[in-house]
């Protein structure tokens, strides 16, 4: 077996370019010629982990099966693969801070002052070396968060040039920069990029592969130049041009070669290129799928990166079944009784988003309500799942105050509940139910014939659960509890039968939907929306 190769991503000039991506790329590309590969990403911000974080500040929370609250870009990373992350996937400084300062509380230092160089930068290297050396990867690909420039990101970049000094060829740079234009000088401009490249080089790290993020084709003079002036080879300088889909990234940088790149500069065979069969065949099904189908997003994020594995997950099942998806946000917060018609009608199906708190739920309610009552295809996830539930006990069984213990700690009729070993937790920070968990699907159910087995794992981020007491009430009047904890009864996926889709997981099965494997849940939503607008 050969050493692990490690590929150390960073960006420059601008954040939002698509490291992620560009990672999850490479990492696609280098599978395809049979590599065993991880990816993983550090983050400089000081967060324990981005569990605590409100989605304005960092897009959507990622969770990994085994539980741990990650960087949204894991979850590109697992859409482009196929690879299952875990919890040595994603690290931030606050993470690594808190391993050192678990040391030395207890004693572990000897004596030492403990210093950002060695300790940290130590414990940096550590966390970067532990999947290679514990899995024998071929390729650990890791992702560096934030700008080359941050005062943040220094001891992340410090821990990586150590690293590829004690590794040589076994290591290797990519730089992900941005090359404006400018429109009244009608010419690409490559000085931030070659002052990005100075800034790493002022550390001692220089990259071996540049990715030029542009709107406009780089001329060869161009590339030549980048390549001269940053000290690469011309070949190295790689174009990420604006694409229609992300998924076009990989055989974009297939085509201008990075795969071959790579393994060359790391001195391993070349070969033939791959070639992407499933993937060529889905971007081929993209581009043909013309139609739309509207999909109205009920939440109160109105940001993209808020519901990523949403919008994913949907846009996937959109193109095996034919159809581009387009998605309308639904504020949740600005439904009422009275806009409620205007909002839903246009849409061919609706989700009823995850959250936390009380902000925005009585739309979420309402737009319940309103599918249940107008047959709308719906998949309700998490706290959307809960306020089906709840609009369900208010409107059906009855129960006016019917509402979750997260929103209202008096309610007489807590249909959705806390666990008893939730109820002492103080700290906030990675103590929902967290990760993959198994669900047992009834005979004869709706989501039974959906996922074609009996017995499935999703993944986990609430706090709140079904109250069974309510049960019996529920099943009777026609909601039915589908999918339950095969452990501790909890209810994991609630369904109307007698509507066409209409079906709530406590779960989040957006989590689990890949590029080659689309999840059952989206799939068969879509399909059935698509059947009803072929009719
Ligand atoms: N706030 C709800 C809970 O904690 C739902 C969480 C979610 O939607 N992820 O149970």
Known sequence: MSKTKYIFVTGGVASSLGKGIVSASVGKLLQARGYNITIQKFDPYINIDPGTLNPYEHGECYVTDDGKETDLDLGHYERFTGIKTTQYNSYTTGRIYQSVIDKERRGDYLGKTI?????????????????????????????????????????????????????GNDALFIHLTYVPYLKA?????????????????????????????????????LRRKVALFCNVSPEAVVQNMDLASIYDVPPCMQEQHLDSIILQKVGLPVGKTPELGPWRSFLDMRRNAKEELNIGLVGKYDLQDA????????????????????????????????????????????????????????????????????????????????????????????????????????????????????????????TMRLGGYECVLKEGSHARKIYGCDTIRERHRHRYEFNNAYMRQFEEKGMKCVGINPENELVEIVEIPNLTWYIGTQFHPEYSSTVLKPHPLFMDLIKTIAAIRKK
Not at 121 to 134: N, Q, V
Request: charged content about 25%; proline content about 4%; aromatic content about 6%.
């Open 115 to 167: 210093q950002v160089i060695p300790h940290i930068t130590d414990e940096i290297k550590r966390c970067m070396l532990y999947l290679g050396k514990r899995d024998h990867y071929d390729f650990v690909i890791t992702e560096i968060g934030g700008t080359v420039g941050d005062i943040e990101g220094q001891p992340f970049l410090e821990a990586i040039r150590q690293l590829k000094w004690e590794m």
């Open 185 to 221: 000088a009608g010419e690409l401009k490559t000085k931030p990029t070659q002052h990005s490249v100075k800034e790493l080089q002022s550390i001692g790290i220089q990259p071996d592969i540049l990715i030029l993020r542009t709107e406009h084709p780089l001329s060869d003079s």
């Open 307 to 430: 519901y990523k594995s949403i919008l994913e997950s949907l846009s996937q099942a959109g193109t095996y079944n034919g159809f581009k998806i387009k998605t309308h946000f639904i504020n949740s917060e600005k439904l009422t009784p009275e806009n409620i018609a205007a909002e839903i009608t246009p849409m061919d199906g609706i989700i009823i988003c995850p959250g936390f708190g009380q902000r925005g739920i009585d739309g979420k309610i309402l737009a319940a309500q309103y599918c249940r009552e107008h047959d709308v295809p719906t998949l309700g996830i998490c706290l959307g799942m809960q306020m089906m539930v709840i609009e369900f006990a208010k409107n059906v069984l009855g129960l006016k105050d019917a509402n979750s213990l997260e929103m209202d700690t008096q309610t007489r009729d807590n249909v959705i509940d806390i666990m008893e070993n939730q109820k002492q937790i103080t700290n906030m920070g990675g």
